[in-house]
């Protein structure tokens, strides 16, 4: 029997040989085939095994994924087994529970159905915890349970999970003594305590004087107060850093200026440039426009001397030049007085008779011109010429004062942008679907509400919702109400503008957000590249915000004096923008549009 398989064998590779020899892809594709259909035997189970987890506990962010790492040791497939995974103290509470080759869901822990799974690959040994949408709930000891029947094994995995709190809050008050200032930074929604550090413009951290507090609150979330005595005189900005490491921070920044703008003593060279350089500036525009009113004046007074001259060469004519005979022509009693003596032109000509008078002296000739016939009169003195101009022929006026400039441009920008260009003033509602869950919004969508919900903990960092229309060409605007006249409250923080449909925090323009933030302590500000930055220090109660889809604009203004507030330049999208509305965290007072 042996041998005749071994006659078998003999002939099947005798048989390969010849195939390869006659085609060698041929041959070595039925090697192949024979090779891969031995069967491999399936790795053994072994009686006994152990668990391998990470050593130290392992860092999450809030609202991000992780998975737990669990791996048998030696390698082998553990699709048989019960897999059981739950927090130190809850074995009865599974978070997730794997036997019979399937998860039982039936009794596993609520919290986590529907962001819990196994990854890695049971076939390979690895059992691992994969956790969705992490929560500072989360934060804890998981154990890993693995049995057979026979032998069964069960090791801790530790969850840290961090919060990354709110964008720092900087105000600026006077601090007793010449010279300095007290600096507040605060942020709050922290997890585990974060760190705060002050740095100037350079880059320099700044310790001298410095306090931090911390307070926690009932959901364990931390908040951080820092403060520290400043010069202004020191550097231009100030930034205050709230960190848990190098990559999970925040920043703020703020110019070291009272609030009303007044610097305290010790200006740098830069604060001197920007007050000298407008005003250096302003001084020569000046300048210039005296020149050009001394430059046109004497061209008209040498006008004036020359017609005069021509007047006086008349009267000592005694035959009439072609400007008298024009006059006579125009008269209708001319021919009855011939000749008169200046006395009797002087009191005939003014009182009784003005159109029998054939001569004139240059005097009279003045006073009638002036009076008489303003519209031939080639010669005006300065005076006259400056009521003229100024009055009757406003736009032949080539010369403004600086305050009559200053209000010109803005009436007529904002002017421009709202008629000159037929913009019509779009009528928004709001979008009840994207109102942040403490947001009362009325019921025909024109009144926005911060409304704090009952019971339920204030985590949200952005409280604002989206208008009902959508905007990807054209030129648009819209006005908003921040302040109502007969409230004496001043309303507290509020921000406008314009976002993507789709857009995540933190709201910076790299995100999708352009809007314009007002907060009590810190005025008005954007952000660019990320970082606070103040704009003008006046706080409007009516709002502008035009849009310029095609120019790639967004501009705010104070719709009661029509200055700008501020532009971004760059509002560069494919997307669909959308307004933005937010009356505020914490701030009861609301927002109307109009």
């Not at 010069?231 to 990559?247: A, G, K, N, Q, T």
């Not at 009757?392 to 709202?418: C, F, H, I, M």
Request: hydrophobic share 35%; proline share 7%; glycine share 6%.
């Amino acid at each position: 029997m042996k041998a005749s398989e071994d006659s078998r064998s003999l002939r099947f590779f005798e048989t390969v040989l010849e195939l390869k020899e006659m085609h060698s892809g041929l041959g070595l594709t039925l090697l192949s085939v024979a090779v891969l259909t031995v069967p491999i035997p399936a790795q053994p189970v072994p009686e006994t095994f152990t668990l391998n987890v990470p050593d130290g506990p392992i860092s999450s962010k809030s609202g991000s994924s992780i998975s737990l790492l669990c791996q048998v040791s030696p390698t082998f497939n553990i699709e048989p087994f019960e897999v059981k995974w739950y927090r130190f103290d809850e074995v009865n509470k599974p978070t997730l529970w794997y036997k019979d080759h399937k998860i039982q869901e039936a009794i596993m822990d609520p919290r986590f159905k529907g962001r819990v799974s196994l990854t890695g690959g049971l076939e390979r040994g690895i059992a691992s915890l994969r956790l969705e949408r992490v929560t500072l709930e989360d934060s804890g000891e998981f154990v890993c349970y693995i049995n057979n029947n026979n032998w069964y094994e069960k090791t801790c995995v530790v969850l840290a999970v961090s919060v990354i709190g709110s964008q720092p809050v900087i105000s600026v008050a006077e601090a007793r003594g010449g010279g300095q200032v007290n600096v507040t930074c605060s942020s709050e929604g922290w997890s585990p305590q974060p760190k705060v550090t002050w740095r100037n413009k350079e880059g320099t951290e700044i310790t001298n004087g410095q306090e931090v507090q911390n307070t926690t609150d009932s959901q364990g979330l931390v908040s951080v107060s820092s403060w520290l005595l400043f010069s202004p005189s020191e550097s231009d900005w100030l930034s205050c850093i709230v960190f848990l490491s190098d990559e999970w921070k925040t920043e703020g920044r703020i110019l070291p200026v009272l609030p009303g703008g007044d610097y305290k003593k010790g200006f740098t060279v830069n604060q001197v440039l920007l007050v000298v350089l407008p005003v250096l500036f302003l001084v020569i525009i000046i300048c210039a426009l005296c020149f050009i009113i001394v430059f046109k004046r004497k061209g008209q007074i040498d006008q004036g001397l020359n017609v005069a001259e021509t007047k006086r060469l008349i009267k000592e004519n005694p035959v009439q030049s072609p400007a008298n005979q024009t006059t006579s022509d125009n008269k209708d009693k001319l021919e009855e007085n011939p000749v008169q003596s200046p006395a009797n032109l002087t009191t005939t000509d003014n009182k009784d008779k003005p159109e029998e008078n054939p001569v004139q002296s240059p005097a009279n000739l003045t006073t009638i011109d002036n009076e008489d016939k303003p519209e031939e009169n080639p010669v005006q003195s300065p005076a006259n010429l400056t009521t003229t101009d100024n009055k009757d022929k406003p736009e032949e006026n080539p010369v403004q004062s600086p305050a009559n400039l200053t209000t010109t441009d803005n009436e007529d920008k904002l002017e421009d942008l709202l008629l000159g260009k037929k913009v019509k003033e779009e009528h928004i509602t709001t979008d009840a679907k994207t109102a942040s869950l403490a947001i009362r919004l009325s019921q025909k969508g024109k009144r926005v509400q911060y409304v704090k919900a009952k019971d339920k903990p204030d985590l949200q960092q952005s409280i604002h919702v989206l208008g009902n229309k959508g905007f990807d060409s054209g030129q648009h605007y819209w006005k908003v109400k921040i302040q109502d006249d007969d409230r004496k409250e001043e309303k507290l923080a509020w921000y406008l503008g314009v976002t993507k449909e789709n857009a995540q925090c933190p709201l910076t323009p790299q995100n999708g957000f352009w809007v314009l933030f007002y907060e009590k302590e810190v005025g008005l500000h954007v952000y660019v590249d990320s970082v606070k930055t103040p704009t003008r220090q006046t706080t409007p109660t009516t709002v502008c915000v035009f849009l310029d889809c095609d120019k790639h604009t967004l501009s705010f203004y104070d719709a009661d004096s029509g200055s700008l507030l501020y532009t971004f330049n760059d509002v560069k999208t494919t997307d669909t923008l959308y307004p933005v509305f937010s009356p505020g965290k914490r701030d009861p007072q609301p927002l109307k549009i109009y």
